[in-house]
């Protein structure tokens, strides 16, 4: 005798239940942060399957938001689950469909296979070929189904995407709930949020509104590239911001033309021994007319900056806390806005710098850094070379 199992996964609160019952082949869910659209996502992809065995995907920018989204389903599901692969975050569920857990940073390893349901995870932060080329034909001879759920992020392809599902197409619906239509947000703590952040950053990460790339720190970064790196002039004076690093972040040199604020110089190490990482700053310092080098002495910076300083350069540490690495972004921020700044057509460069971004702590707080499984080395080293140009500077914490 055949046998149903009834499980209750988890009790909605209304704006998820919505779309939970909403029919749809493809809904767009824009929310703001803490409204609960992860765990939406995922029970949702374990009530489909569920229903209608088969094969799914999560899809997240970034390897690190995939395996959140494995690990919430791991450990909250798990009577559902019949088996997993942690090292291939992959669930089989009790009735054989299978969802894998996967990263659209390298959208061309996801083609070849069929798909009956799929997540994008923060779809604002996927590229748009990631979806177009490679994930929306996943879905083409099995009819599959699709849920997007983001945060904006300025009016990009998920912007015109949310649009679709306005616009009275049949198989497109697109929802927007704000962070405060969460029942169990505390409305004292919105309102906080609300006085103290910036009010685009509210509006953006809270309100869920689209807005002109406003979740971009760095503005009008394309106005500013400009000329060649250059070999040194006679006479000229030159400055280097140093962002060290050995295994896995990056190690980033960038000179500068002290007067015309223009990068010269760009060198990015990854897995090199410290000692050499000395020996070729130096040597970019002396051919660079005995340039001055502003180096990040957080941790392991510490005993570089002393190595240097035991060299005879003329160098300065700056420890990174989160006031002076806001001060040294800040700064940055309003300089390439107000193109004082130029550099060369630098393809790492210009990346970081376009998907920096800002992050709201539980205090209000903003954060600034890289997005999850991104690197910053090459904005951190441009910061602190161009505030080495500053012609009068405010203290920051150095040695």
């Known amino acids: 005798m055949e046998q149903k199992l009834k499980y209750a996964l988890y009790t909605p609160h209304p704006g998820q239940l919505q779309v939970h019952n909403d029919p749809t082949r493809f809904r767009i869910v824009v929310c703001g942060r803490r409204w609960g659209k992860t765990w939406l996502a995922v029970n949702e992809i374990i009530k489909e399957l569920l229903k209608n065995p088969g094969v799914g995907w999560w899809v997240a920018p970034v390897y690190q938001q995939s395996l959140h989204g ?17 090292f291939l975050k992959r669930i089989e569920l009790l009735n054989g469909s299978i969802i894998e857990f996967k990263s659209a940073d390298n959208y061309e ?47 990009n392809w998920f912007y015109h995407l949310y649009l679709l599902g306005l616009g009275g197409d049949k198989q497109y619906k697109s929802f927007h709930f704000p962070s405060y239509t969460n029942p169990f947000l505390s409305r004292d703590e919105i309102e906080s949020l609300r006085l103290t952040l910036p009010s685009d950053v509210y509006t953006q990460e809270i309100e869920a509104e689209f807005l002109d790339m406003c979740s971009s720190v760095f503005k009008n970064i394309r106005a500013c590239v400009k000329g060649v790196l250059e070999e040194p002039q006679p006479g000229r004076e030159y400055l280097i911001g140093w962002d060290p690093a050995k295994y896995q972040d990056f190690s980033v040199i960038i000179v500068m033309d002290l007067y015309r604020r223009h990068v ?12 050499f990482q000395i020996q070729k700053i130096e040597l970019i310092a002396k051919k660079y007319n005995n340039a001055k080098i502003i180096v990040d002495s957080t941790g392991v910076g510490d005993p570089l900056l002393e190595a240097l300083e035991r060299r005879g350069l003329d160098v300065e540490g700056v420890v990174l806390t989160n006031t002076s690495k806001k001060q040294l972004i800040e700064n ?68």
């Open 70 to 86: 494995y690990e919430i389903a791991v450990k909250n599901l798990n009577k559902l689950i019949k088996k997993k692969w942690d």
């Open 264 to 275: 010269v110089g760009f060198e990015r190490l990854q897995q090199i021994d410290y000692s």
């Open 109 to 155: 390893n996801l083609r070849g296979i069929g798909l009956d349901f799929l997540v994008i995870d923060e779809a604002a932060r996927v590229k748009r070929e990631g979806w177009e080329q490679v994930l929306r034909p996943t879905l083409v001879d099995r009819m599959g189904r699709a849920l997007f759920i983001s945060t904006p992020k300025g009016k």
């Open 332 to 399: 940055l921020s309003l300089g390439i806005e107000q193109q004082e700044i130029s550099f060369p057509e630098i393809p790492v460069l210009l990346n970081e710098l376009e998907i920096f971004e800002y992050q709201i702590t539980h205090a209000g707080n903003v954060i600034y850094s890289a997005p999850e499984g991104y690197h910053d080395d090459c904005v951190l080293a441009l910061a602190l070379a161009y505030w080495g140009c500053r012609e009068k500077r405010e203290p920051l914490m150095i040695w």
